[in-house]
């Protein structure tokens, strides 16, 4: 007879493994599984609970409660979902050329018609920067408060409609303002139409800082005023004449304003993060230069400037550039930061 490879089997008859212990100890579990054994005293009985938190024992403290958990920015699940969607493009705006400039073959604009008297440009120069300070002032206050206050954020993120509807008033005022010589030199007109302008650009400018961090809209602000500041000192003390570079400035002008239509109409089918970042690259360095051209044209003393019944058009080309830079620089930290 061949003999077995299988150990014998527990006979149950001949006692317990082990011996009773002693104590109010209760005895060990019966082995096998419960469709065999029955349903074993202290345990569930089918259905087992179905909830990953619920216990499995009496007395038994829960899971973790469900989510989203107070460290949480935004609720678990489809990414899709509960993150915000990325802000919207810059507005597109074209850099104001001036059709109508004063020329001179001398080294001061106009010279002889009276603008080259240093006390009209100096009363010409204060006035316009009046004004800028006034729009830059408005704007700030504006971006603060979409930034500091949270219900504000939330419902300019919420209703996009307004920032389209900003963008529209902006393109009407801005093309009144630029093309038509009439509104554009009549008080009060003109300060009417500079006012309604500003406000809009500032809710539009406002509405893009909404969607950035705290640190990157000062920082953003920060290298803005010192870009400003050192492009103004620089044409102030420079003998390198922008102003007779109207045709290249114009050809770029023409350049960024394609190049932001094509970018936003490739960006609203699919997000491209690089090919934003490379507009606001370029955005940036190209109103800087159009932030020294439209400074020159202020002062006065190159080829080519500006009349002094043009305070308003002269604001509002440095204005525009000077935002633009802002809105620019802003998007190139903002997606550092992230």
Not at 300 to 305: A, E, L, P, T, V
Not at 331 to 338: N, S, Y
């Amino acid at each position: 007879m061949s003999r077995s490879d299988y150990p014998p089997g527990y006979d149950d008859s001949r006692g317990p493994m082990y011996a009773p212990q002693g104590g109010n100890y209760p005895p060990p579990p019966a082995y096998g599984f419960p469709a065999y054994g029955g349903p074993q005293p202290g345990q569930p009985s089918a259905p087992y609970p179905m909830g990953p938190n619920t216990p499995l024992y009496p007395g038994q403290p829960g899971g973790y409660p469900p989510g989203p958990y107070s460290g949480q920015p935004h609720p678990g699940g489809h990414p899709g979902a509960g993150y915000p969607s990325p802000p919207p493009m810059p507005p597109v705006i074209p850099p104001t050329i001036p059709s109508d400039v004063l020329s001179s073959g001398d080294e001061f604009a106009a010279h002889g018609s009276g603008w080259d008297s240093l006390s009209i440009r100096h009363a010409f120069i204060r006035k316009v920067y009046l004004i800028l300070a006034a729009q830059l002032l408005v704007t700030t206050a504006i971006v603060a408060v979409f930034t500091f206050v949270q219900p504000v954020r939330v419902f300019v993120q919420r209703n996009r409609a307004i920032y389209w509807a900003s963008y529209g008033v902006y393109l009407v005022t801005h093309l009144v303002l630029v093309c038509c010589k009439g509104p554009r030199r009549k008080f009060p007109w003109n300060l009417i139409l500079l006012s309604i302008f500003t406000l809009a650009m500032s809710y539009m400018t406002g509405s893009i800082s909404s969607y950035y961090d705290t640190k990157a809209v000062f920082l953003a602000m920060g290298i803005t005023a010192v870009v400003c500041i050192a492009v103004t000192v620089f044409c102030f003390q420079t003998k390198v004449d922008f102003t007779k570079c109207q045709g290249l400035f114009c050809v770029l002008g023409i350049v960024m304003f394609v190049t932001g239509i094509i970018t936003c109409i490739v960006l609203s089918f699919k997000y491209i993060p690089w090919l934003h970042m490379l507009y606001a690259a370029m955005g940036a360095i190209a109103f800087t230069l159009f932030l020294a051209y439209h400074t020159q044209l202020l002062i006065g003393n190159r080829k080519h400037s500006i009349g002094p019944e043009e305070y308003v058009f002269a604001a509002l080309s440095i204005y525009v550039d000077i935002v633009q830079i802002f809105i620019f620089l802003l998007q190139i930290i903002g997606a550092a930061t992230k």
